[in-house]
């Protein structure tokens, strides 16, 4: 069986190849290359511990603020130091901001054009779908990009810049907020919300975060027309070609949680499996024995990890490092997030048909809605000319770990200070998690697993069912390896 | 070669050693939008890695096409530095689904481009991923750091006959970009339009100090000692915007922002080499309590006489508000005050 190789993957961020078998027209297995190394955790060594919030959001361009969030958690729990209310709000807001960009993306300029190819014509509901959502050409983009830009008004305002913003800091942020700019971001909240609910879902976002079961969808999408909304204009392709069956992943979800309040998070952490589960950091391990890296005895944990590239090793096919929880794959995200959390209706789509394209996508726009109502409370509660900074010097020994939820699931940074220097700085980000390759024990990582089975339609060559379940995930692949 | 030019101009973009960040800091762009901006300009998307249907091998055939001859490249981005690692085998970035580094295909790209266009300081000059040890020995496409040469050597010229346009920044402001682009379109770009390191001068001919909010606090030494204080941000907080290319306080970012507006430095992001300041970014670096980095074009005796005699002058006003994080003192009422 000849190996067919897939590559680039565009619409994803960073360069990506996915190697494949097939049999019967279908997948049998798979090897998931990320083929570009930078070597982030090699240039942190020997830094102060300050610049690594220059250096890390510069590792990923659509994650930025998640990878300044996690340094300054980093930091602060070397520290020891807690944020002032506003600081936390101010946090959460930029962080939440995005958050939502990057799923608002995905869902338009990253997922939907594959529905537009040249491979569904003479699908029924094919001309719709190229109308609206065909790359670049298509009416979607060019209601999105407008709206996308007026949003991120909010990261002007609360981050100076975007990406690459120096004012997520362990003690708040730097960028302390007065009453008239308090109004400006609830007014930039109300735009975004009225085009969520007049373009994206159609309906009031309370009535879409109050769906709670599968039945309850179903029957909300019949409500209206397809091209209503551009979820329900999802929802009926989905249907149509069945995505709940298509890239089944391990069923073993994990989220770090995210968006504190008095150190509380919004979204819980822990594990989802059927049960849910504690997370336990101590038994993260990175193992590499099919990485692009000097091998070693055993994987390691992050705060003893070492990353040093080596191009030719037995065995090995990507760059990227294989993160295990207490030994075992785990999928991140959105819908693992959801699933974690408990929300009724991501409980029962898992509960029915596991991870999969259709409830990855569901759980993502599910998650725009919940957070815009959230990030309008958290305005509201911002008190200007109370303090959004608490200052506070770092040990010169030291360890501490930041470990949050971006877009793409969970993000952790582990660093160790020595001399008042970095000592060693190891990132997991959420790609990392899933689309590691095979561990030492054989096991493929969570998008390997969950491409075996995806079909090839008659005459193809780069079977499409791949493409959705690739971009099901969202992944970002300049994070993954760093 | 089959090259004629229509009424449109065609555009490639690839990224290499990068984060994709001056892609999504681009799809910011506003007033008009970018697919506007690009309709606007005449300008016809061959491949972008955010935007475009084709996937792998639609990919691959494209890039020979244009290698071959057979599709005309009127401009060519490169976003994130040419890796040349591991020991210059340019291994640490080889194109999905090609058995060659992304260094080979940029190389051969480049010299059938009309105009080459480097978008971020990584594409420039190597920018933020040659950091440290530069571990994945990257370089920009026309510079390495402050060096000529790169990867296309110092004698390169693209068929129109510029060097490689260098759009600094990290990430680029939408701007910069579209009207960079623009400018190209509507045939108003030459080497009088660059400067020593071939940015667009529309943008660097300005410094990051010119319309800085806190200019107030400049003038008067009245400086900020941590982050989320008023004060000026130079003479504690690592600011180097008195020194820095850019117009990023003369037009907003994001509508609303600028890195000191949002609180903290400016690292020179559009310089060579800002990646490795020699000193960690957000302290100053000071000799006898002077900052070592003085504004650009002034005289160093004039800056210490200058500075102590404002210093002296400091109204209480700035002196309080630059260690708070909201104003406390407001400017009086020099009528009502008499």
Known sequence: MSRRIIGPFNRVEGDLEV????????????????????????M????????????????????????????????????????????????????????????????????????????????DWFTDAQQRFKAVEGSAAREVLPARAEFMHLMGLLAGK????????????????????????????????????QVLFGDMLENVIALDSVAALDDWVTQAAPASSDFRHFLHIAQALELQSLGRGTDRFMSYGVYALEGKP?????????????????VIREDISHSWMHHQAEAKHPYDGVTQPSADQADAYTWCKAPRLDGQVMEVGALARQVVNGHPLIRDLVAQSGGNVRNRVIARLLEIALVVVEMEQWTSRIRPREPFCTHAALPDEAQGYGMIEAARGSLGHWMRLKKGRILNYQIIAPTTWNFSPRDAGGTPG??????????????????????????????????TVH | MAQHRDSKLNLLWLQSGGCGGCTLSLLG?????????????????????????????????????????????????????????PDGSGLFHRLSGSDRPMRDWIHDLSKVAHYSIAIGSCAAFGGITSGGGNPSEACGLQFENSVPGGLLGESFNAIEGLPVINIAGCPVHPNWVTESLLQIAHGD????????????????????HHACPRNEFYEFKASAAKPSDLGCLMENMGCLGTQAHADCNIRPWNGEGSCIRGGYACINCTQPGFQEPD????????????????????????????????????????????????????????????
């Open chain 1, 44 to 123: 942190l060594h020997g830094k102060d511990p300050m610049d690594a919030l220059v250096y890390v959001p510069r590792i990923c361009g659509i994650c930025s603020v998640a990878q300044s969030v996690a340094a300054a958690r980093a930091i602060a729990h070397a520290q020891g130091v807690d944020m002032p209310a506003n600081g936390e709000l101010a946090t959460n807001l930029v962080l939440a901001t995005e958050n939502l960009a990057d799923h608002l993306t995905h869902f338009y300029l990253f997922f939907m054009p594959d529905f537009a190819r040249e491979t569904y014509a003479n699908e």
């Open chain 1, 266 to 282: 919004l979204f819980a952490a822990g594990t989802w499996d059927g049960d849910a589960g504690e997370l336990d950091q101590a």
């Open chain 1, 446 to 479: 969570a998008l390997e697993q969950a491409l075996i089975g995806a079909p090839l339609r008659d005459g193809e060559q780069d079977p499409v069912s791949v493409q959705h379940i690739v971009r099901s995930f969202d992944p970002c692949m300049v994070c």
């Open chain 1, 19 to 42: 190697q494949i078998e097939f049999s019967d027209a279908k997948v049998s297995k798979a090897w998931v290359v990320s083929p570009l190394y930078r070597g982030f955790e090699q």
């Open chain 2, 189 to 208: 770009m030459n080497r009088q339009e660059l400067d020593e390191f071939n940015r667009p001068r529309s943008y660097t001919d300005h410094l990051v």
């Open chain 2, 29 to 85: 762009a506003e007033s008009p939008d970018l697919l506007t901006t690009f309709d606007s300009a005449g300008i016809r998307l061959l491949w972008h890695p955010s935007l475009s249907e084709q996937s792998a091998s639609g990919l691959h055939e494209l890039l020979q096409q244009i290698i071959n001859g057979d599709i005309r490249l009127d401009l060519f981005c490169l976003e994130g530095s040419v890796i040349q690692g």
């Open chain 1, 162 to 197: 975007w990406p690459h913003s120096l004012a997520l800091q362990p003690g708040g942020t730097s960028r302390s907020l007065e009453t008239q700019e308090k109004a400006r971001i609830s007014s930039i909240l109300y735009s975004f919300r009225q085009f969520l609910e």
């Open chain 2, 279 to 338: 000193y960690s970014f957000t302290t100053t670096q000071k000799i006898a309590g002077i900052p070592v980095g003085l504004p650009t074009d002034m005289p160093k005796a004039w800056f210490i006489a200058l500075a102590s005699l404002s210093k002296a002058a400091t109204p209480k006003r700035l002196r309080e508000n630059a260690h708070a994080d909201h104003i406390l003192v407001t400017p009086g009422n020099r009528d009502k005050d008499k």
